[in-house]
């Protein structure tokens, strides 16, 4: 096989399978680890992945680069619709009074579902949902059941999120019964992170914050790493996911105690 050939399949590969390992690559097509990094280089300058360490990811993964809240609507929604009606019935079941909503694509699908129906209490009481994001807060505005609690502080255009210390502050003065939050990658050695700071000083805030915190994330952010850091898997008490983790991460949920919730 020619190089270009070569390279081709491997673009290929890193586009449909999101993570390609060098060692893998070398196996599959009989060529030494020189071969595979000159492969991965020419790649990576020619735009159609980025190298990381083992490997070569998609260009969009990279820790720093992040998608507005408009066209992440839009991908993997069908993964997110089963989560986020997976987190509907867990609030149901645990009739929580105070809950908080973190800013996301899922976490905005679950508000669609809070909006159209009576989400107050099995006593008949209304509901607290506090959250930070503006673009949930509108769905919620006139929802049934609730009493709205919407966080100031400076509006990420990007989330259509408050950020900062002021946002902050106001989650470290509250106790909520369940915490929601999204996440941009889930790494069994880095934990769960974002690639905006002022937006992960938030979202550790909120984990510090809540009794229990829930996790919702779709499979195709297992083992990605972004560029902040705001939680460890410690930190957390379920994760409602479209698919089962497997190996490593697996492993690490397993020894931190997390529960494992299948969409």
């Known amino acids: 096989m020619f190089a270009e050939e070569r390279r081709a399949e491997i673009a290929k590969l890193v586009s449909s399978a999101r993570r ?3 060692a893998e690559l070398a196996r599959r097509y009989e060529v030494t680890m020189e071969t595979v990094r000159r492969d991965l280089a020419a790649l990576e300058a020619d735009g159609r992945l980025r190298r990381v360490h083992g ?3 998609t260009v969009e993964q990279s820790t720093a680069v992040e998608s507005s809240i408009s066209s992440r ?4 929604t069908p993964e997110k619709h089963r989560i986020a009606s997976r987190a509907y019935q867990l609030l149901q ?6 809950v908080v909503l973190d800013a996301g694509s899922t976490t905005e699908i679950l508000a669609d579902l809070i909006a159209t129906s009576d989400f107050s ?5 209304d509901r607290l949902i506090v959250t930070h994001a503006l673009h949930i807060a509108v769905k919620l505005a006139e929802a049934d059941g609730i009493v709205l ?4 502080g400076q509006l990420r255009k990007m989330t259509w999120a408050a950020v900062g210390t002021r946002a902050a502050e106001h989650f470290s003065t509250i106790r909520p019964d369940i915490a929601l939050i999204g996440v941009n990658g889930l790494n069994e050695e880095f934990g769960l992170s974002t690639p905006g700071l002022n937006e992960a000083i938030v979202k550790t805030a ?3 914050s809540a009794r229990r915190v829930v996790l919702l ?3 195709a952010k297992f083992g990605q790493e972004s560029l902040v850091r705001f939680a460890s898997l410690p930190d957390i008490d379920a994760l409602i996911t479209d698919k089962a983790p497997e190996g490593s991460l697996a492993a690490a949920l397993e020894e931190a105690n997390v529960e494992v919730l299948i969409a």
């Open 93 to 98: 079941d645990a009739d929580a009074g105070a």
């Open 20 to 22: 390609v390992n060098g």
């Open 206 to 208: 909120i984990v510090r």
């Open 121 to 125: 209490l099995k006593s008949g009481a």
């Open 55 to 57: 490997g070569a990811v």
């Open 73 to 76: 609507q839009t991908v993997n």
């Open 149 to 152: 609690d919407l966080v100031g």
């Open 217 to 219: 994330c779709d499979s």
